[in-house]
């Protein structure tokens, strides 16, 4: 315990150095002010937690205030899951359902952002900063009685992650210099992690969802294929076996996703009751944010995140209803517009992307025109009434590790759009653009369906592109055939979307840049792509080195230099042109208590302590 309380003191003070350094306030001692009234950020910084033992049973204690018992908290979530596996959840929605249900070895202190047990009682790194013991609660159950053991964290790491199961992405961020980690089982309680190298993001990433393996193990020995459609929506909701909060007790297609508490849950409070407090937690799923808006404003839902448009209409609202805003900081979403540079054929060998199209988007004096002719002051104006700024770097605007240089980026100029275009034979007739074989350059541009932020923002980048002579077919189509396009399919020209990014640790967006990586958009690369001859493009593999270095590196100063190569990378490439950093404001109502929003936690990611009072 002597190694772990001194390591987590050091991390504390280098994040606190680091933060004063780079003027990131992470706590709400100050409250931020937005036109001419702040909105309401706790005074003080949240409680947090300790191990206690009772019964031979390792519980985690909340220090937050103790709350009423029973109760409903109702929420909402725009798009359909399309899993209840947390290793198949690509999509945002799948993943904030698997969070709810599955916890990890690890977690990040909201308030200072180191990294603190959770399923795990405690963790040592040894002096050779490889190895990592974790020291599990004893006496902890899964929702259906079995105990949480190291057979399961074991199955769910060597078997699950590194055995390539699922979408990949978890194995992606594990990866140390094109090698796994290697996991032992040292007795019931005690694993024993040992990397190749030292590994600086290792132990946030041990937050990955351990799984029950008396569950899974039944569907690893089916194959990859099988586990790609094992516990799918048609799951009944009883056969779900969970650590988390919550677990599912109804599904509804088009209308709601059900959870019931965990009554295994291993957090208490100061009176040692078990929590969570409320025993429902049911998200409606309502489409589109109109729809989600119209939800709050009824009394259906209990919290909203604010278009910032409405902020003035919510700030009247607010004087004669029930309910409190808040102020969350800088949105950690990247939204970006992706250009499929894919030159492969599919298995039919066909072509992802039309050739002509493919020789537009390969070129980087394209893709930086393209950049060049957007106006995002406009995009800022009109959807965001000025609550937001401008985003031309990889690493959001409160990012540990974001490039100053790079972050203040340029304005928008179309003459200098227009000569880039120029330099690679692209010319004009009667104002309409063509490629230097005489074909129109015209493309599609598609964003999901009832995000009302990316469909305004499709519409004006479609206008500022039309002055470029560029036709822009632009589309919202439904969420889920947006996600099987971009990362199944691969027949798209190009897309708004957005990822949520780590602001602690750049190496998160490993499967993002990485070359061979599971979320790496704008070049996706499929299992029999990987088998190939397939060469990525120069600047791929550089972004392959300094994810590497950046990873293997363990002094900040150092890790900084080189996750700002990277930045300046895409900056100079524009393989995905990056557009705004909204804020993010949210609305809930006043009966729903212990809530301590933070910048690096939101809202509700206390969700098991959280309760009603009405």
């Known amino acids: 315990m002597k190694k772990f309380a001194y390591l987590i003191l050091i991390f504390i003070v280098i994040f606190t150095f680091i933060t004063t350094i780079f003027k990131k306030d992470y706590g709400y001692d100050k409250a931020p002010i937005l036109n001419e009234e702040p909105l309401k950020t706790p005074y003080k910084k949240v409680a947090g937690y300790k191990n206690i033992t009772i019964n031979n049973i390792d519980y985690l204690q909340t220090l937050l205030p103790v709350g009423k018992f029973n109760g409903t908290f109702t929420t909402s979530i725009l798009g359909e899951p399309k899993t209840f596996n947390p290793y198949n959840a690509n999509d945002a929605t799948s993943a904030e359902l698997s969070e709810i249900m599955y916890d990890g070895l690890t977690q990040t202190n909201p308030n200072d952002g180191s990294v603190i047990p959770k399923l795990a009682k405690s963790f040592e790194v040894l002096p050779d900063k490889k190895t990592y013991i974790i020291h599990l609660r004893k006496g902890i159950k899964w929702s259906d009685g079995v105990e949480i053991t190291a057979d399961d964290v074991y199955f769910t790491y060597n078997t699950i992650i590194f055995g390539g199961f699922g979408d990949g992405s978890a194995k992606d961020v594990m990866t140390i210099d094109g090698l796994m980690p290697k996991v032992e089982k040292i007795d019931k309680y005690t694993i024993k992690f040992t990397t190749p190298k030292p590994f600086a993001p290792f132990l946030r990433n041990?937050?990955?969802?351990?799984?029950?393996?008396?569950?899974?193990?039944?569907?690893?020995?089916?194959?990859?294929?099988?586990?790609?459609?094992?516990?799918?929506?048609?799951?009944?909701?009883?056969?779900?076996?969970?650590s988390g909060p919550f677990k599912l007790s109804e599904y509804l297609p088009s209308q709601r996703v059900v959870f019931e508490k965990n009554p295994?849950?291993?957090?208490?409070?100061?009176?040692?009751?078990?929590?969570p407090y409320i025993d429902k937690l049911v998200m409606l799923i309502v489409g589109d944010m109109n729809n989600q808006t119209l939800k709050f404003e009824s009394g259906?839902?209990?919290m909203l995140s604010i278009n910032a448009s409405l902020l003035d209409r919510y700030r009247e609202l607010k004087k004669?209803?029930?309910?409190?805003?808040?102020?969350?900081?800088?949105?950690?979403?990247?939204t970006f517009i992706v250009f499929n540079l894919n030159n492969r054929k599919n298995k039919d060998g066909k072509y992802y992307v039309d050739p002509k199209k493919q020789k537009w988007f390969q070129d980087k004096n394209f893709r930086s025109a393209i950049d060049w002719a957007i106006d995002r002051e406009d995009l800022i104006l009109?959807?965001?009434?000025?609550?937001?700024?401008?985003?031309?770097?990889?690493?959001?605007?409160?990012?540990?590790?974001?490039?100053?240089?790079?972050?203040t980026g340029h304005k928008k100029d179309l003459e200098y759009a227009k000569k880039l275009l120029q330099k690679s034979g692209f010319y004009y007739k009667n104002n309409e653009?063509?490629?230097?074989d005489n074909n129109r350059v015209e493309f599609e541009l598609l964003t999901n369906a009832g995000n009302t932020q990316r469909e305004a923002s499709g519409v004006s980048i479609k206008q500022d592109l039309e002055k470029l002579g560029i036709k822009v077919n632009f589309k919202a189509i439904e969420f889920n055939s947006l996600i099987n396009k971009t990362l199944n399919s691969l027949d798209y020209d190009c897309i708004i979307i957005a990822l949520t990014s780590n602001i602690l640790e750049?190496?998160?967006?490993?499967?993002?840049?990485?070359?061979?990586?599971?979320?790496?958009?704008?070049?996706?690369?499929?299992?029999?792509?990987?088998?190939?001859?397939?060469?990525?493009?120069?600047?791929?593999?550089?972004?392959?080195?300094?994810?590497?270095?950046g990873a293997l590196e363990l002094?900040?100063?150092?890790?900084?230099?080189?996750?700002?190569?990277?930045?300046?990378?895409?900056?100079?490439?524009?393989?995905?042109?990056?557009?705004?950093?909204?804020?993010?404001?949210?609305?809930?109502?006043?009966?729903?208590?212990?809530?301590?929003?933070?910048?690096?936690?939101?809202?509700?990611?206390?969700?098991?302590?959280?309760?009603?009072?009405?």
């Open 206 to 242: 041990l937050s990955a969802s351990i799984v029950p393996k008396h569950i899974f193990e039944k569907a690893t020995n089916k194959g990859k294929e099988y586990f790609l459609t094992y516990q799918g929506i048609d799951i009944k909701p009883k056969n779900l076996v969970v």
């Open 264 to 275: 295994n849950y291993y957090l208490i409070n100061t009176k040692n009751e078990k929590l």
């Open 300 to 302: 259906a839902i209990d």
């Open 320 to 334: 004669h209803n029930d309910f409190e805003l808040y102020n969350l900081g800088p949105t950690t979403n990247t």
């Open 382 to 407: 009109n959807i965001f009434s000025g609550l937001a700024s401008p985003l031309y770097t990889a690493e959001p605007v409160n990012s540990l590790f974001l490039n100053e240089k790079i972050a």
């Open 433 to 436: 653009l063509y490629d230097k």
């Open 506 to 549: 750049p190496n998160a967006g490993y499967n993002v840049w990485t070359s061979n990586g599971a979320l790496h958009l704008f070049n996706k690369r499929t299992q029999n792509d990987l088998k190939s001859s397939d060469k990525p493009y120069k600047f791929e593999t550089e972004l392959d080195e300094i994810f590497k270095k």
């Open 555 to 614: 002094d900040f100063k150092k890790r900084k230099e080189i996750y700002d190569k990277y930045q300046e990378l895409i900056a100079q490439e524009n393989p995905m042109i990056y557009l705004y950093a909204p804020l993010n404001i949210s609305a809930i109502r006043n009966k729903v208590k212990n809530i301590y929003p933070t910048e690096l936690g939101g809202l509700i990611y206390n969700i098991a302590s959280i309760y009603i009072d009405n």
